[in-house]
Each structure stands twice: as structure tokens, then as C-alpha cells.
């Protein structure tokens, strides 16, 4: 007999019970973990792709937007409203916005964004008597230069919008940090 299982181990040339032969379970398992697997990653990945998407969209620069006839323009900032078309993700409005246009001594179109740079509130023109011809913050106290310069409270100056005249009308465009002063 033991010549016999001798003689076994010699043709297969492995002892007996030491083979690693894949069950007929382990089988099934694994067909059918990876056929899921890869069904519902076909079904994910366009999904986050949805999701993603407007992340992936390259931003385009902002349209230039009419907002008054340039002779109605003058040293003193005046307030104007107009309204932007705006895409935020999936979510698009009409959004109105505000800006203070006025002319600088060299008759250059200055229009500056009335969100105070302290804490976001509304800032007004001459809004507060002892800040005589300034830019007023009623929340906090800050004000600021017809030019949009911090003079108390804000760290930073009023931010400004692009302008541009073009056939006797003012246009505004991108809003950027203030580089008059």
C-alpha cells in the first residue's frame, strides 16, 4: 500500500492534500463580486461625472454690462444698479447689483463694488456727516476715499469693477481687487 501512494506522489510530484485548486464557491464568489463591481461602477461613474461637471467647466470672463450714458457721470459718486446673468453650478439667476460710478480728477470712470471689506455691509456715499465726502460703513464705522482707499476699520479697499465707455455708455465688467490705491 505504501508503495502504492509512493508511486502516486511521484507521478503528480506533490504530496496529496497540498494542491491550491480554486472551489467551485470561490468561483462564483469572485465572478460575480467582479461582474457587480463592474456594473455599478458603468452606473457611478456617470453619475459623479454629473455631479462634477460644472467644477470641470472652464469659467469664462464675465459679459460687459451697460449701465448709464457716460454724461450723467460726475466727480460725485453716484449710485447705479444693473443686473448680471449669473451660473453658480447648476443654479443660474438674474442677479441685480449695485455700484458707486464717479469721475477721478483726470476724468477717468471709476466704479467701485459698495461692499465693505470689513464685514460686508452696504457702504453709502457722504452717509454719516463727520465722514464729510467718504464712502460710510453704517455697521461698523469704516469708511473710505472717493477713490475706495480703507481709512478705519477695513483691511483692505473697496473692491472695483472694470469699465469701459463705448458709444456714449458706461459698461462695467469683472470685479477685481482695487489697484488705484
Given at each position: 500500500m505504501s508503495d502504492h501512494n509512493n508511486?502516486?506522489?511521484?507521478?503528480h510530484g506533490k504530496k496529496p492534500g497540498t494542491k491550491r485548486e480554486m472551489s467551485r464557491r470561490q468561483f462564483l464568489s469572485y465572478t460575480l463580486g467582479g461582474a457587480g463591481g463592474f456594473m455599478a461602477a458603468g452606473m457611478m461613474i456617470p453619475m459623479i461625472r454629473f455631479a462634477v461637471d460644472p467644477v470641470l467647466q472652464k469659467k469664462k470672463a464675465s459679459d460687459w454690462v451697460k449701465v448709464v450714458e457716460e454724461s450723467k457721470i460726475s466727480n460725485v459718486p453716484q449710485s447705479f444698479t444693473f443686473q448680471v446673468h449669473q451660473v453658480d453650478g447648476w443654479y443660474e439667476s438674474d442677479v441685480e447689483l449695485l455700484a458707486w460710478i464717479s469721475k477721478d480728477s483726470k476724468g477717468n470712470i471709476l466704479a467701485l463694488n459698495p461692499t465693505c471689506k470689513h464685514?460686508?455691509?452696504?457702504?453709502?456715499?457722504?452717509?454719516?456727516?463727520?465722514y464729510k465726502d467718504q464712502y460710510y460703513c453704517p455697521c461698523h464705522g469704516?469708511?473710505?476715499?472717493?477713490?475706495?482707499?480703507?481709512?478705519a476699520v477695513a483691511p483692505k479697499p473697496l473692491d472695483e469693477y472694470t469699465t469701459k465707455v463705448e458709444n456714449g455708455f458706461v459698461y462695467v465688467g469683472q470685479l477685481h481687487a482695487n489697484t488705484r490705491v
Open positions: 508511486h502516486k506522489e511521484e507521478q464685514l460686508g455691509c452696504t457702504v453709502n456715499w457722504n452717509d454719516n456727516p463727520a469704516a469708511h473710505y476715499t472717493p477713490e475706495g482707499k480703507n481709512l
